[in-house]
T-cell receptor, first 111, second 117 residues
Framework: GQQLNQSPQSMFIQEGEDVSMNCTSS?????WLWYKQDPGEGPVLLIA?????ELTSNGRLTAQFGITRKDSFLNISASIPSDVGIYFC???????????FGAGTRLFVKA | EAGVTQFPSHSVIEKGQTVTLRCDPI?????LYWYRRVMGKEIKFLLH????????ESGMPNNRFLAERTGGTYSTLKVQPAELEDSGVYFC???????????????FGPGTRLTVL
């Protein structure tokens, strides 16, 4: 079945630093998604990408849908303590129902 | 507007017992999904309901798991009998859009943490 390889598993950074995480797959996806999960909560959608090559921003977050449709990255600029959490990449095939998730990147930000 | 709610938030049971998890989707959302995350691993798709019908149950691990959505509103996921490897966080999500939509955002509940001893 489809699998997403997400890296790194965890990151420890200083407040103000930029962060980059990425996701690769052996399968092609029609949609790439990035979610964030805070402790005790469910994942919340940050960015959705629909087209190969698409670059989308949401505040300090920027994500790109790889040109091969098999990868995506998420950048966070000027990190702040509330960026702490688990970030998941996810892919969807056509129809947009079943969602395949990566294992997550746990981000720690030191003030 | 209320989000997706799940009950209970935590459940600790012994191997061989039965547990039933409940999910209340956002009102008006026809699509309801169950996912599971085993510690440190990916969030894995279990199944998808459209109203009361199972649209895709390809992710259900085995026949010890039974999901229902009678009346097309809330859903239950029963595990009977529970095994140690069933431990994890069970998420429910719901979405509004129908087939053919470019994208339908799935809104997740806070999850039920299941521990099987």
């Amino acid at each position: 079945g489809q699998q997403l390889n997400q890296s790194p598993q965890s990151m420890f950074i200083q407040e103000g630093e930029d962060v980059s995480m990425n996701c690769t797959s052996s399968s092609i996806f029609n949609t790439w998604l990035w979610y964030k999960q805070d402790p005790g909560e469910g994942p919340v959608l940050l960015i959705a990408l629909y087209k190969a090559g698409e670059l989308t921003s949401n505040g300090r977050l920027t994500a790109q849908f790889g040109i091969t449709r098999k990868d995506s990255f998420l950048n966070i600029s000027a990190s702040i303590p509330s960026d702490v959490g688990i970030y998941f990449c996810a892919g969807q095939l056509s129809g947009g129902f079943k969602t395949i998730f990566g294992a997550g990147t746990r981000l720690f930000v030191k003030a | 507007e209320a989000g997706v709610t799940q009950f209970p938030s935590h459940s600790v049971i012994e191997k061989g017992q039965t547990v039933t998890l409940r999910c209340d989707p956002i009102s008006g959302h026809d699509n309801l999904y169950w996912y599971r995350r085993v510690m440190g691993k990916e969030i894995k798709f279990l199944l998808h309901f459209v109203k009361e019908s199972k649209q895709d149950e390809s992710g259900m691990p085995n026949n010890r798991f039974l999901a229902e959505r009678t009346g097309g509103t809330y859903s239950t996921l029963k595990v009977q009998p529970a095994e140690l490897e069933d431990s994890g966080v069970y998420f429910c999500a719901s979405s509004q859009a129908g087939r053919g939509s470019l994208y339908n955002e799935q809104f997740f509940g806070p999850g039920t943490r299941l521990t099987v001893l």
